[in-house]
């Protein structure tokens, strides 16, 4: 496969060109648009909805082919009850209702409280969202983006865009199981067959 150009570009174009990509997604943009107006603590779009676009993108697929939910995080530490949770997705709902897909909202400060229960193992209190999208199984989904009211946009991506332009799927061992990389990898690679994925380190 050849590389798309967009994977070597300096991080500073990258970024320009990560939203000229994302920008083929009208579903995507409209998210953005409307979850700024939730003024949410900490608040990204992220996950799938971002780096299964680009990679619709560099395939020459239609944008949104594929693409199963919309993920928004926030962070809000001040009331962690699933009462305070449930009332900003009912919110949500109202936002977001009439674009025919289904948009997930949830605190990221609150995943510790269920994360075990779920996947067996413990996860530490998650600091912000950065803290939150770091901890994705896959450095390359690790990037979350933000309409701000300049009408700029906030790209937060840790690990770099080249991967996600390039598509490549790298491990990220900090907290997710081996074998839900390894679930997700088999996964995206049935819809996108063009990518590369790394396998687990062996050494943990």
């Known amino acids: 496969m050849t590389l798309d150009p967009r994977a070597q570009l300096p991080l500073d174009e990258q970024a320009a060109a990560l939203r000229a990509a994302l920008s083929e997604n009208a579903t995507l943009l409209a998210v953005l648009e409307r979850a700024a107006s939730l003024e949410l603590s900490g ?3 992220t996950a799938g909805a971002v780096f299964q676009t680009v990679w619709n993108v560099v395939s020459g697929r239609p944008a949104e082919a594929g693409i199963k939910d919309y993920d928004v995080f926030y962070h809000d530490g001040t009331d962690l009850s699933w009462d305070a949770e449930d009332e900003v997705i009912r919110r949500a709902g109202e936002v977001f209702g009439d674009l025919g897909v289904a948009v997930e909202v949830r605190n990221e400060a609150r995943v510790h409280l269920w994360y075990e229960a779920r996947f067996g193992i413990p996860c530490p209190p998650f600091r912000s969202s ?7 199984a896959a450095t390359t989904c690790c990037v979350g983006v933000r309409a701000e009211r300049s009408g700029a946009w906030r790209v937060y991506a840790p690990h770099g865009l080249g991967d996600v332009f390039g598509m490549v799927v790298r491990p990220n061992p900090l907290l997710a199981p081996r074998a839900v990389y390894e679930a997700k990898a088999e996964r995206w690679s049935r819809e ?12 943990g």
Do not use: K, Q, S, T
């Not at 063009?194 to 062996?202: I, T």
């Open 130 to 136: 950065e803290d939150a999208i770091d901890h994705f």
């Open 192 to 203: 996108w067959p063009r990518l590369r994925v790394l396998p687990w380190p062996e050494h």
């Open 43 to 45: 608040l990204y779009v």
